[in-house]
């Protein structure tokens, strides 16, 4: 691509598009040019466009697909529509960001990688974590060997919903339940710092009435009898937080895990230094979630990847994606919490 602004299109008008795109419109508009939207319902469309000043509202993700001033689609829509709309548009020759889980089992994960593959078109997993400052700097802090040999790793992310919990986390017909909701963070933290596959994995918990997991923890086994132990509720109030142990001090970095802005290295024999990195300003202060102008990081990694003709960032490429959808169908089967799209994949072999 060239130095023009990226045109992207915004496949869903739900609340995690609605923060994409006020992440997108704060940063400079000779980049980012948000041109489009689709949403099921065009009313819906319509309404989130004109919140959003976008040009043109589509009352399908078809008509998006079709829409060919549209460089790249960000998807957000329910985890169970991913495969499906992400397929559609990299089959249609656009660029795809996708919310995670990039795909509910391995089976759709390596589907969709092999599609952008074959068509040279660049596809992320939106995993927003990678690309914020501490993330980079608790990389680059394990690989200077301050801490000595990482040996261990915690992680959690945890949030009480009890009966408040909203039918994208409890309902088993769009694929919700702890572990494709948020445990992917603490999981991605244990990949990000290892580097590697696991060889081993145990992984318990339980199923609620809906047949959806509400709480997992997971252990993974790396070489060297390393260790990674993480764990995703709706029912606990914990810190969310990620410690990183090696054999001459740690790093922990502070809630939200998900989206952090602190970071803490505690170095034997020194004094415990703390690192900060203030969000970026954002141009609207009505974001539905946390820390969610730190999606403009995101945002920044995918336009330098298309700047510099990538079809993957290095930040999150398709293997470290596959890894992950390998680790969390493990621990749904390990739970016991199957879906129908197993069953389709399982039969497709």
Same mark, same amino acid.
């Given at each position: 691509? !060239? ?30 040019? /948000? ?33 060919? !001033? ?36 391995? $089976? ?32 680059? *802090?394990? !690989? ?48 990000? /710092? ?49 410690? /990183? ?21 505690? /170095? ?25 102008? $730190? ?21 999150? *490429? ?19 919490? *199957? ?11």
């Amino acid at each position: 691509m !060239d130095g023009k602004a990226l045109r992207w299109g915004i496949c869903s008008a739900g609340k995690i598009s609605f923060d994409f795109v006020v992440a997108l419109q704060s940063l400079p508009a000779s980049e980012h040019q /948000v041109e489009a939207v689709a949403a099921q319902r065009l009313e819906s469309a319509q309404s989130f466009a004109k919140d959003h000043n976008i040009p043109r509202a589509y009352g399908s993700y078809e008509e998006l697909s079709k829409d060919a !001033d549209i460089d790249i689609v960000y998807i957000g829509v329910i985890n169970s529509l991913h495969y499906e709309a992400a397929k559609m548009m990299l089959e249609a020759g656009k660029h795809v960001l996708c919310e995670k889980p990039l795909c509910l089992n391995v $089976g759709e994960t390596k589907s969709l990688l092999d599609i952008a593959k074959s068509k040279k078109l660049f596809l992320m997993e939106a995993i927003w974590s990678r690309a914020f400052p501490v993330y980079k700097k608790v990389k680059e *802090t394990i !690989d200077s060997g301050i801490i000595g040999e990482v040996r261990h790793v915690r992680a959690s992310f945890t949030a009480y919903l009890g009966d408040k919990m909203a039918e994208r986390c409890s309902k088993k017909e769009i694929a919700g339940g702890a572990i494709l909701d948020i445990g992917i963070y603490p999981i991605q933290f244990a990949q990000l /710092v290892f580097g590697e596959k696991p060889i081993s994995q145990m992984s318990s918990g339980y199923l609620i009435e809906t047949g959806v997991d509400g709480e997992t923890h997971i252990t993974l086994g790396y070489s060297g009898n390393r260790r990674a132990i993480l764990n995703a509720s709706y029912f606990i109030n914990g810190p969310s937080e990620g410690i /990183v142990c090696g054999t001459k001090g740690y790093i922990r970095v502070l809630p939200p895990l998900w989206c952090p802005e602190k970071m803490v290295l505690h /170095v034997d024999g020194k004094e415990e230094q703390e690192f900060y990195y203030k969000l970026p300003p954002s141009k609207r202060n009505d974001q539905k979630y946390a820390n969610a102008s $730190g999606m403009q990081y995101e945002a920044t990694e995918v336009r330098n990847c298309l700047m510099k003709g990538l079809t993957e960032s290095p930040l999150i *490429t398709a293997q470290m994606t596959l890894e992950l959808a390998e680790i969390m169908q493990t621990a749904r089967q390990q739970m016991g919490y *199957t879906l129908p799209q197993d069953e389709k994949w399982n039969n497709s072999k």
